[in-house]
């Protein structure tokens, strides 16, 4: 997948937004769309930015290496978001797969190209 695409599956699987923006339960309703857009947006980016550095511990599969790069740019998620955020980008990474659309329930249908390796015993 894209470093996009696995940047939004780690905000849409990963990101709680009542834990990373603990103010928004106390803003009117009105508010909370638009301050909810613009903090993923931010997110997003930073997350995109800061993560065409490290592309080494993408390929080498490492999200806790990937993690303690990305703390120093001070991205607004709660540490331990950012490291299940980064577990997921590593393991989206490089995997080729494709949407075919979503079930009667509104869950995604994907296909993916998978390699398997056998060892003799």
Same mark, same amino acid.
């Given at each position: 997948?894209?470093?996009?695409?696995?940047?939004?599956?780690?905000?849409?699987?990963? @990101?709680?937004?009542? %834990? $990373? +923006?603990?103010?928004? *339960?106390?803003?009117?309703?009105?508010?909370? !769309?638009?301050?909810? /857009?613009?903090?993923? @947006?931010?997110?997003? %980016? $930073? +997350?995109?930015?800061? *993560?065409?550095?490290?592309?080494?511990?993408? !390929?080498?599969?490492? /999200?806790?290496?990937?993690?303690?790069?990305?703390?120093? +740019?001070?991205?607004?998620?709660?540490?331990?978001?950012?490291?299940?955020?980064?577990?997921?980008?590593?393991?989206?990474?490089?995997?080729?797969?494709?949407?075919?659309?979503?079930?009667?329930?509104?869950?995604?249908?994907?296909?993916?190209?998978?390699?398997?390796?056998?060892?003799?015993?």
């Amino acid at each position: 997948m894209t470093l996009d695409v696995c940047i939004a599956h780690a905000i849409h699987r990963d @990101l709680d937004i009542v %834990e $990373a +923006l603990p103010g928004i *339960l106390d803003c009117p309703t009105e508010e909370i !769309e638009p301050l909810v /857009a613009d903090y993923v @947006l931010r997110v997003q %980016e $930073a +997350l995109r930015v800061g *993560l065409e550095s490290c592309r080494k511990h993408l !390929e080498n599969r490492d /999200a806790a290496s990937l993690c303690v790069d990305l703390v120093p +740019l001070k991205l607004p998620i709660p540490l331990h978001m950012l490291h299940a955020m980064c577990q997921t980008i590593v393991d989206l990474y490089g995997v080729e797969a494709r949407c075919l659309g979503e079930t009667r329930s509104g869950h995604p249908i994907f296909a993916m190209k998978m390699t398997v390796q056998l060892q003799d015993a």
